[in-house]
């Protein structure tokens, strides 16, 4: 089936983990354009959801660091971090490993990946779930992108790993869902962390929507460290929706920086996917 | 300095509950199975979050052996504060460009 939903949204552990902490408007805002983005993607009553993500040292660690990893599992569990910190009870989410085994062999016909049969979600896929599928029925195949420390996987390479993606979701008989979710700009889990570059957040979301490949592709892992932070890496997961969008421009629903959740809490969905 | 291992205990410690119990039990025995220099070590056992920081620990590993230790956020983010002003630069790792004085 052809892809039938694409979005993006953050995913940083305050926005469950100090939820009360933000002012209320703020967090009520942000919540009602996720309750959308849910009702949006139940409306394309998706088979499954793929989520594309930067984890956080959960699965993937400086002893053997994939650039692009998959999940094929029939389930995985989350959250890895302490559920309290985060503010979501651990649960089983299905997964379905022989669709993710067709998807990732149709990957490996255009970009390497590597594959994990076993997988525990942190924040960076609970987060969006605890939104978009709050029943944690809806059987989720998780994407990692190394976001988190270089060498990182150039961002051409990112939008090419999209266009296999969106190749793999388009050669399945399911109905296939994906959202990315990351950064933008932030400083997450340091001194600075609170700190969001609003300009070029906005910036880098106006080239997102118009899904501007060129634009999109411009910018050096060096000025996004500078301008964006480290968190900023992380605009790898919106550019491979991009790049399994090809063409096609998107709408931000909702963009605000939540200081206490250190991070501007973005919801973007891809357009001409809903009919 | 060995910040892979440094970083790796955290990594182990973080998904890992039976040596999370391990650790509370014996922190000195569960240290011996990672190649640390002596300052890392103490450190770790002092639960220096501060002294981590400068040393390369990244945060998305450092925040979860803070609040293992019993920081709360804000508490959390003041000791990496605190460990710039007592020790200086980050040494090593991601954050070894940033300023790291922190802009609020
Ligand atoms: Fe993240």
């Known amino acids: ?275 | 300095m060995s910040l892979y291992y440094l970083q790796k205990l955290f990594y182990e410690l973080n998904r890992n509950e039976t040596l999370q119990v391990e650790f509370r039990a014996n922190q000195e025995q569960v240290l011996d199975a990672f190649e640390l220099t002596g300052e890392e070590r103490e450190a770790v056992l002092l639960g220096n979050i501060g002294l981590l920081y400068v040393l390369g620990v990244n945060g998305q590993l450092l925040m979860h052996y803070a609040a293992f230790c019993g920081l709360a956020w804000p508490d959390y983010i003041q000791a990496m504060r605190d460990g710039i002003t007592k020790y200086g630069q980050v040494r090593a790792g991601l954050y070894a460009m940033t300023d790291g004085k922190g802009a609020i």
């Open chain 1, 1 to 275: 089936m052809p892809l039938v939903f694409a979005g993006v949204t953050s995913h940083a552990p305050g926005i469950t983990g100090r939820a009360d902490q933000a002012d209320p408007e703020l967090k009520h805002g942000f919540r009602d354009a996720l309750g959308h983005m849910r009702e949006a993607l139940e409306a394309s009553k998706s088979d499954v959801l793929v989520v594309v993500a930067a984890e956080h040292f959960a699965n993937f660690f400086f002893n053997n660091m994939p650039a692009y990893s998959m999940g094929m599992a029939d389930f995985y569990d989350g959250p890895i971090e302490d559920e309290n910190w985060l503010g979501i009870q651990r649960v089983r989410i299905p997964g379905n490993a022989d669709l993710s085994d067709r998807m990732i062999r149709s990957i490996m016909n255009y970009t390497d990946l590597g594959y994990a049969q076993e997988w525990k979600f942190d924040h960076g896929i609970m987060v969006p779930l605890h939104f978009l599928t709050p029943d944690f029925k809806l059987p989720v195949i998780p994407v990692n992108i190394n976001c988190q420390c270089p060498p990182l996987t150039p961002l051409h390479r990112t939008y090419e790993f999209g266009r296999a993606l969106r190749k793999a979701c388009d050669s399945v008989p399911e109905r296939v869902a994906i959202v990315g979710t990351g950064g933008i700009s932030h400083w997450p889990a340091t001194p600075d962390s609170g700190k969001v570059n609003v300009q070029w957040d906005n910036d880098f979301l106006e080239r997102w929507k118009n899904n501007d490949r060129e634009a999109l592709l411009s910018y050096s892992d060096e000025e996004t460290y500078r301008d964006a932070g480290q968190g900023g890496f992380e605009i790898r997961t919106f550019i491979a929706i991009s790049g399994a969008t090809e063409g096609v421009t998107g709408d931000v629903w909702y963009y605000e920086p939540i200081p206490i959740y250190a991070v501007g809490c973005t919801v973007g969905v891809v357009n001409g996917f809903d009919e």
